[in-house]
């Protein structure tokens, strides 16, 4: 009966197991792919998908952070600190995001730096009734971006992402690259266990995924022109 049930426990972590690197894998662009997404994208939306992308963010990690969090001088091109809870001014109480831990979140271009000081920050309700006060993309909200972000993508023939698929291609992207140890890619995602990262080292692809700035870097593709391109 013991064996039986040591078995049963085993069984059911390998289907969560696979469940993830399946759900990793619907999630996944490659980085061409991704580029021809930006280029379909209204500027502005392009920008909001691009820094989803380059933090590895969940959205309201982005849509709760603002330029108080910004450490332009960190790193070779600057970086942002995303904290795990927020005190908010008037509420009395400390309120959690989804983020499992703080963690400053390094950029690898100079691209999410210089987009992000020039984004207007502004006020935005939650799903909790808290008021977001001097935050980046208050306007932007997950239900509307699915929206758009299915019209985009049935536009350049691949199959549907979210929001959140940024945060899976990033970390995806990072654990494949041989510029990143396996460790580094798990503090700068947030994953308080190793585990969650090793689903992405363990999701095999028709191609070998690669970082958005080496494809651009082999192709002689500039960025701005990309997120300009709609």
């Not at 993830?20 to 379909?40: C, N, W």
């Not at 935050?135 to 019209?151: M, S």
């Amino acid at each position: 009966m013991l064996a039986n049930l040591e078995l049963s426990k085993k069984e059911k972590a390998r289907n969560r197991d696979d469940r993830q690197i399946k759900r990793i894998q619907e999630h996944h662009l490659h980085a061409d792919e991704l580029v021809r997404l930006l280029e379909a994208a209204a500027p502005a939306r392009a920008r909001f998908y691009y820094l989803l992308y380059a933090g590895g963010f969940r959205i309201g990690e982005l849509k709760r952070h603002g330029r108080k969090h910004l450490r332009p001088d960190y790193g070779t091109y600057g970086a942002i600190n995303i904290l795990r809870t927020q005190h908010l001014p008037g509420q009395g109480e400390n309120r959690s995001s989804k983020s499992k831990q703080s963690r400053t979140v390094e950029f690898l271009s100079k691209y999410p730096t210089l987009i992000l000081e020039d984004t207007p920050v502004g006020t935005w309700m939650d799903e909790n009734d808290v008021e977001w006060t001097e935050v980046f993309f208050p306007e932007y909200y997950a239900q509307l971006e699915n929206h758009y972000l299915r019209k985009y993508c049935n536009k350049i023939g691949v199959h549907r992402v979210t929001p959140h698929s940024f945060r899976h291609m990033r970390i995806t992207h990072l654990v494949h690259s041989d510029d990143h140890e396996k460790d580094w890619v798990q503090r700068r995602s947030g994953h308080a266990d190793g585990k969650t990262t090793d689903h992405y080292t363990q999701t095999v692809f028709d191609r070998e995924p690669q970082p958005l700035e080496t494809y651009l870097e082999e192709n002689d593709i500039d960025l701005m022109d990309v997120l300009a391109a709609h």
